[in-house]
């Protein structure tokens, strides 16, 4: 169950079991928060048991959305229907435009280890949501890093202080960092008032804006003037914070399908079915 504090909701991170019994920790994309637009899906993987990933996520359509996924420890092999190979080693990351429709696999290169990262899933406007598809995947080095006395911030997306992330999205514009607090130390920030942003910790707890944030909880930010604070606990903490902006358009999702109505949903199902999902080969751009 979700708490609310004004404007934002804290949501615990729920398990589920996905691809071919890969288990995630997933916060939107659940009953308790089905949507955060532009956002529609955050998965985080967090385990060293293999059993947990082993299986992987074996080949598997989607249309109509972005696929962003950001590897922090482990390696998976991305393949896909237009022919583009991928290697996500640790601190590396993969924007996937799915768009008209990309059939893909993603299956760990390791039998044991700790395998931890995200996939979050960002919607397109109607507009873009047929758009050929787009792929781009860079190694850890490729994404500036701002460090300060305090705190140690990963620009994975978009801007922070004078750094700017590779990958280049000029319909989403979202913003993701990963930001790394020694303990009892501040972050702060300001964000767009018009997007949608929340934060999602991953690694020991802190206080945002006075209210505590636990390990594997989402907050929603609420829109504000003011910047968001965050301080770190005794040990520390990390979290990812992400911002996009909202597209304000008809949701209609079935499983790995996001568009706006019934029978564009009908006519990918029926596109996948009889073999003519895939049209267009993605534009690719790797960083080696």
Do not use: C
């Not at 787009?134 to 850890?140: F, G």
Request: net charge negative.
């Amino acid at each position: 169950m979700s708490t609310q504090s004004g404007l934002s909701r804290v949501i615990p991170a729920t398990e589920v079991t996905e691809g071919a019994g890969v288990t995630v920790h997933r916060t939107i994309g659940t009953p308790t928060l089905r949507n955060l637009d532009p956002f529609m899906m955050l998965d985080h993987f967090n385990t060293d048991n293999p059993d947990d990933y082993i299986a992987g996520f074996p080949s598997h359509p989607h249309r109509g959305f972005i696929t962003f996924t950001y590897m922090i420890d482990g390696d998976m092999e991305h393949k896909d229907s237009m022919g583009n190979t991928g290697n996500l080693g640790p601190g590396g990351a993969q924007w996937m435009k799915a768009a008209s429709g990309v059939i893909h696999s993603e299956m760990p290169k390791q039998e044991n280890g700790l395998m931890r990262g995200f996939q979050l899933w960002i919607n397109l406007p109607a507009a873009n949501k047929m758009d050929t598809p787009e792929y781009q995947e860079y190694k850890a080095d490729a994404f500036p890093v701002v460090e300060t006395s305090g705190y140690r911030v990963k620009v994975i997306m978009g801007t922070f202080a004078d750094a700017s992330s590779p990958i280049k999205d000029e319909i989403t514009d979202v913003s993701y960092l990963d930001v790394q607090l020694e303990p009892g130390e501040k972050f702060s920030h300001d964000l767009p008032t018009v997007n949608n942003s929340f934060l999602y910790v991953y690694g020991d707890s802190g206080q945002l804006d006075g209210q505590h944030a636990p390990l594997h909880t989402l907050t929603t930010l609420a829109n504000k003037e003011a910047p968001h604070n965050f301080v770190a606990g005794e040990q520390g903490a990390r979290f990812v914070l992400v911002s996009g902006k909202p597209i304000n358009e008809p949701v209609v999702q079935y499983g790995p399908f996001v568009m706006n109505t019934r029978e564009e949903i009908d006519q990918a199902m029926r596109d996948y079915q009889e073999n003519n999902f895939v049209r267009d080969r993605a534009w690719v751009n790797r960083k080696k």
